[in-house]
């Protein structure tokens, strides 16, 4: 995979100096969808997708049922995302400079997001949701995602996924870092967005799954490069204490209960 991804570290660096190419972004959308991982193309230089088409654009409507999408369109974000080759070597080859998004759900991805973003941490009961934190607790330097999925972790006798070196593993340009892992059930595992009052994990800590999607490794942004860590390039099944906290943060569905 690396060889035809050009995703090996020196052929990451050249990616990163050179800025996309036809040879570097083709390439990582059609070995991802080789991979049954969908994907779906995103503004030049940005992280965002493509924009809808004119009229999609005006007028508010859902992806499904779009004709857009039947007709082979990129409109609708991760909602276009594709294994289908053609339109895979259409899109990339009439704009070599799109970047490539995954979209997570359908490629049975759970996707620890980490950010490093240095800010004053929320109140107490929104660093690790569900899992008091006391007054008694020194929390002097905590600052990003790092720290508080270290902590979780450390809380539950596990390694954090930020050091889990049997699984790929994707450094920001910011400073981040994106773990992946792949779900090992049909589980619709939910997206979330740091420790939001509804649903999530940990403060600084997005989840990527079902209903979001993923930069893909070697993408270039205006920021810089997704760049692997290491040499892994497998996501590694997600482990099963993670995937307890997750259900415990209320990142699956309600269980259905008959009328």
């Known amino acids: 995979m690396s060889a035809e991804l050009q995703f090996s570290r020196s052929d990451s660096r050249a990616v990163a100096g050179s800025g996309p190419s036809v040879a570097a972004c083709l390439a990582t959308a059609q070995v991802c969808a080789r991979r049954g991982w969908p994907v779906h193309p995103l503004s030049p230089g940005r992280k965002t997708p493509v924009a809808n088409c004119p009229k999609c654009r005006e007028s508010s409507h859902s992806p499904v049922g779009c004709p857009c999408l039947r007709a082979g369109r990129w409109c609708h974000s991760f909602h276009a995302a594709t294994l289908n080759q053609g339109r895979i070597q259409q899109w990339w080859g009439q704009h070599p400079d799109f970047g490539v998004g995954v979209s997570c759900g359908p490629a049975g991805l759970v996707v620890i997001d980490i950010d490093a973003h240095q800010s004053e941490p929320p109140a107490r009961d929104r660093i690790l949701p569900g899992i008091p934190i006391g007054d008694h607790i020194d929390l002097t330097g905590l600052a990003n995602g790092f720290h508080t999925l270290a902590v979780l972790a450390a809380l539950r006798g596990q390694q954090s996924p930020a050091e889990d070196a049997s699984t790929l593993r994707v450094r920001t340009p ?86």
Do not use: C, F
């Open 174 to 259: 910011s400073g981040g870092l994106h773990v992946w892992y792949r779900a090992t059930d049909n589980r619709p595992w939910k997206s979330s967005a740091g420790s939001s009052p509804g649903r999530g994990l940990a403060w600084q800590v997005d989840i990527r799954a079902h209903g979001s999607y993923i930069i893909a490794p070697g993408t270039t942004t205006q920021a810089g490069t997704y760049m692997p860590v290491d040499d892994v390039r497998e996501p590694a099944a997600l482990p099963l204490w993670l995937a307890q906290e997750l259900d415990r943060t209320g990142h699956l569905p309600a269980p259905h209960i008959p009328a």
